[in-house]
T-cell receptor, first 113, second 113 residues
Framework: KQEVTQIPAALSVPEGENLVLNCSFT??????LQWFRQDPGKGLTSLLL?????REQTSGRLNASLDKSSGRSTLYIAASQPGDSATYLC????????????FGAGTQVVVTP | EPEVTQTPSHQVTQMGQEVILRCVPI?????FYWYRQILGQKVEFLVS????????KSEIFDDQFSVERPDGSNFTLKIRSTKLEDSAMYFC???????????FGQGTRLTVV
């Protein structure tokens, strides 16, 4: 059974610092991995999708890496801003169960001015 | 930018009542999903839907739940007889293909009293 873990559970950084968010998963048989942002009481905003054949994906200040064989993905957010404060979730899509994303519990990020 | 739209944003219902949660997926998407998030817990899979039928469902998705795509634009989740433990944020999502980005709606917060 696929298990997805995100460490740390919470993170507080001063504005301008780079953020490093970790996601690990137990089964490497995945289609892809997607990173989301969730603001309190709100929906999930897609940030990046990284396919199982890719090592890296970039969008603006965001960069996600994927090491499928070791079951790890890292989301880097450069030069953090107070507006980056949110919970960040990773979700893996198993290759034998395409609809069934397995989500991590998230990392709650606070960026202080 | 296309988005997944969910209505209502918040619904309060009495235990034992039927509720219908509505979703308008992105117009050219072919794969549809329902997830839920109980307060303080992980986002969890309920059901995936493709080609007018359920592709996969979780153990949560028992006989009290049903989904329907009544026309070319709407996708609904019905809970026949709500229980207190059905209180959660329900998310609809859609994707163009099984390996493309999934887009989530803003959610419907269901409160069963």
């Amino acid at each position: 059974k696929q298990e997805v873990t995100q460490i740390p559970a919470a993170l507080s950084v001063p504005e301008g610092e780079n953020l490093v968010l970790n996601c690990s998963f137990t089964d490497s048989a995945i289609y892809n991995l997607q990173w989301f942002r969730q603001d309190p009481g709100k929906g999930l905003t897609s940030l990046l999708l990284i396919q199982s054949s890719q090592r890296e994906q970039t969008s603006g200040r965001l960069n996600a890496s994927l090491d499928k064989s070791s079951g790890r993905s890292t989301l880097y957010i450069a030069a953090s801003q107070p507006g980056d404060s949110a919970t960040y979730l990773c979700a893996v899509r198993p290759s034998d169960s395409w609809g069934k994303f397995q989500f991590g519990a998230g990392t709650q990020v606070v960026v202080t001015p | 930018e296309p988005e997944v739209t969910q209505t209502p944003s918040h619904q309060v219902t009495q235990m034992g009542q039927e509720v219908i949660l509505r979703c308008v997926p992105i117009s050219n998407h072919l794969y549809f999903y329902w997830y839920r998030q109980i307060l303080g817990q992980k986002v969890e899979f309920l059901v995936s839907f493709y080609n007018n039928e359920i592709s996969e469902k979780s153990e949560i998705f028992d006989d009290q739940f049903s989904v329907e795509r009544p026309d070319g634009s709407n996708f609904t989740l019905k809970i026949r007889s709500t229980k207190l433990e059905d209180s959660a944020m329900y998310f609809c999502a859609s994707s163009l293909a099984v390996n493309t980005e999934a887009f989530f709606g803003q959610g419907t917060r269901l409160t069963v009293v």
